[in-house]
Structure formats: structure tokens, C-alpha cells
């Protein structure tokens, strides 16, 4: 045994090399910064998430005096079936994962067909973990935002059929509000989905996982931040445009 050598290293690192946790650690710091950014955006280059703030309470205005309200409640049901979607699909990815963590020797096979040698079966387990962590929480953050939208419709439906109603705008602030939380949550759930897919190339090693992070770290950069659809969102934002709530543009009072 070399005296020099330190017995705590081991210990510490176990299965993973020092690449394997300076990859780990960047996913997890990608992950976190990208949510934190997206959600509190620099006030003179918002996110599609921040922007959208504004047009979901733009749409509770409008919906104090749309007669009738079919259609924003085909937009809740749309909304309410899209987290239900993602969740059933996230459930089923941990089955998988908790499945196949019990039988890495599969990956072992895949690992030896691309030559990364021989890699421990505890090592395999580590990095189905952390993609189960991600979709795991994807899966609770998706089931939340469904419960939210539920809330909302029931706030939706509280909202008087009368618009001069004092009791109108209020409610329809407070739907406005659970809409954009659920929205939020929605949001949060398909970032872990976007991170799990990139933790799935720690598979082909640090490397891999440093690669993929940092694709997954530009895909979501750039559809919050300098996507086709956040410039259409920019060219008329809800607020800025002078309309009073609940009022079409040819509805204004000439001043």
C-alpha cells in the first residue's frame, strides 16, 4: 500500500471519478440556474414564461364579459389534459427506472458494445437515480399545476355573469393568480423532464453527461430567451397597449 495515498478519497468518491462528479454538479447547477433565471428574468429581456403572466391575466379580464365562457373553459380542459399527460407519461418512466435498477446488467451489456470497460453495477444504479430524481420530481410538479388548473375553473366559475358585479374582477384576479402558479409548476415539471433526458448521457460516460447538460442548458436558454415565439409575445404585450380591463379595443372611450 502506497503511504502516501490518502484511504478518505476512496471513501468519499466511491463509484465516481472526479469527472463524474464535476458533470453531476454541473447538471444540477444548469439545472437550478436555468429555472431561477427563467422565472425571475431581467425586467428589460423577460422570459415566454414572465411574458405569459401577462396574457393569462389579460384573459381572466376578458373572460369577465365573454358571453358565454365555452371557450375559456375548453382552454382550462385543454391545460388540465396536458399535466395529466406528462404525469401518466413521467409515472411510467419511474416504473421503468425502479425496474431496471434492479437489472443494470443490461446497461452493463450496452457499456461493453461501446467499449467504456467495466463500470460497477453500484455506478449504474447512481445514475438511474439521478434521472429517476428528475422525473420524479417532474411527476409531482405536473400532478401539482393539475390540481391548480382544477382550482382555477372552480374560481372561474365563481366569477358573476354580471361584468359590472363588484365581486367580478376580483375573482377573476384570484383565478388569474392560480393559473399563472399552475402555469409555473407546469413549467418547472417540463425543465426536470428536459435535464432528465440530459442526464441520461452520463450513460456514456462524464463526458457524456457534460455534453448533454449543456445542450439541454441551450435548448431551454433559447426558447425562453431568443425563440421565434418570445418575439411574437413581444410585439403587443397585455398591459402595455392602454385597454381598460375586460374592454376589446373598439370598446374604448374616446378621450
Not at 45 to 72: C, G, N
Not at 157 to 183: F, G, H, K, W, Y
Not at 203 to 214: K, M
Request: net charge positive; proline share 7%; hydrophobic share 50%.
Amino acid at each position: 500500500m502506497n503511504p502516501n495515498s490518502s484511504p478518505i478519497a476512496p471513501l468519499v468518491l466511491g463509484p465516481l471519478s472526479p469527472a463524474d462528479l464535476a458533470a453531476l454538479l454541473w447538471l444540477f447547477l444548469a439545472w437550478f440556474g436555468i429555472g431561477w433565471i427563467t422565472e425571475r428574468p431581467p425586467r428589460r429581456h423577460p422570459s415566454v414564461s414572465a411574458l405569459m403572466k401577462a396574457y393569462r391575466r389579460e384573459w381572466m379580464r376578458q373572460f369577465i364579459t365573454r358571453d358565454p365562457r365555452i371557450f375559456d373553459s375548453n382552454i382550462l380542459t385543454t391545460l388540465r389534459e396536458g399535466t395529466a399527460f406528462f404525469a401518466s407519461a413521467c409515472l411510467i418512466a419511474v416504473g421503468g427506472g425502479l425496474a431496471l435498477i434492479g437489472n443494470t446488467d443490461q446497461l452493463a451489456g450496452v457499456a461493453r458494445q461501446f467499449d467504456l470497460g467495466h463500470v460497477p453495477a453500484l455506478k449504474w444504479e447512481i445514475k438511474i437515480v439521478v434521472v429517476l430524481f428528475f422525473v420524479a420530481n417532474a411527476l409531482l410538479r405536473f400532478v401539482w399545476s393539475h390540481r391548480l388548473f382544477g382550482y382555477c375553473a372552480i374560481i372561474m366559475a365563481s366569477v358573476p355573469n354580471e361584468p359590472e358585479d363588484p365581486r367580478a374582477m376580483p375573482l377573476a384576479m384570484q383565478a388569474a393568480d392560480i393559473n399563472i402558479t399552475a402555469a409555473k409548476s407546469f413549467n418547472s415539471g417540463l425543465r426536470c423532464v428536459y435535464f432528465a433526458l440530459g442526464a441520461l448521457g452520463w450513460l456514456a460516460g462524464p463526458l457524456g453527461l457534460f455534453l448533454a447538460t449543456s445542450y439541454v442548458l441551450f435548448i431551454s436558454w433559447r426558447r425562453e430567451f431568443a425563440s421565434h415565439s418570445r418575439r411574437a409575445l413581444l410585439q403587443l404585450v397585455p398591459g402595455e397597449t392602454g385597454l381598460l380591463p375586460g374592454k376589446a379595443e373598439g370598446d374604448q372611450p374616446r378621450r
